[in-house]
């Protein structure tokens, strides 16, 4: 038996994660003003002698890889990705970026694009930056691992 597809590894889309928060903060500006209101089942209560619905959880924050997620396998950003981090940011949800590449040219295009305000992890975790390219955090190898080496 095949499963059904799972629309969080559409990789041509670009970031799972941005994917994930599209769901989470509606369709794009345009297309919401589109849609027509459905009114919504109404929910048993506990007040009401049903049991109460379980509470979604709250996303707080977007975390995203760089490689195959926020950029596409061309090292672009899509528009859909793009918008989608816009759309997040609007509604309170920040994304950062968490990868092991290099902090390198590519974040002076895309980093204000994005208005990105948190900082970035990068290097496996060796380095963060904040939105400003300053280092917060540095984990440098034991000079003597390296003379062995």
Known sequence: PTSPPNPFLHQRQGC?????????????????????????????????????????????????????????????????????????????????????KARGPWVKEFFPRLQLTLPGVFMQGLLIYDADGNVLYEREMDHDVVRDV
Request: proline letters at 8%; aromatic letters at 2%.
């Open 16 to 100: 799972r994660a941005l994917m994930h928060a599209q769901r989470a903060v509606g369709p794009p500006l345009g297309a919401r003003a589109a849609q027509q209101r459905m009114p919504r089942a109404a929910v048993p209560s506990a007040s009401s002698g049903g049991s109460a619905a379980p509470a979604r959880p709250t996303i707080r924050v977007i975390a995203t890889d760089v490689d195959g997620t926020l950029l596409n396998s061309r090292q672009q950003l899509s528009d859909a990705n793009e918008q989608a981090v816009k759309r997040a940011a609007a509604a309170g949800v920040p994304l950062f970026v968490a990868t092991g």
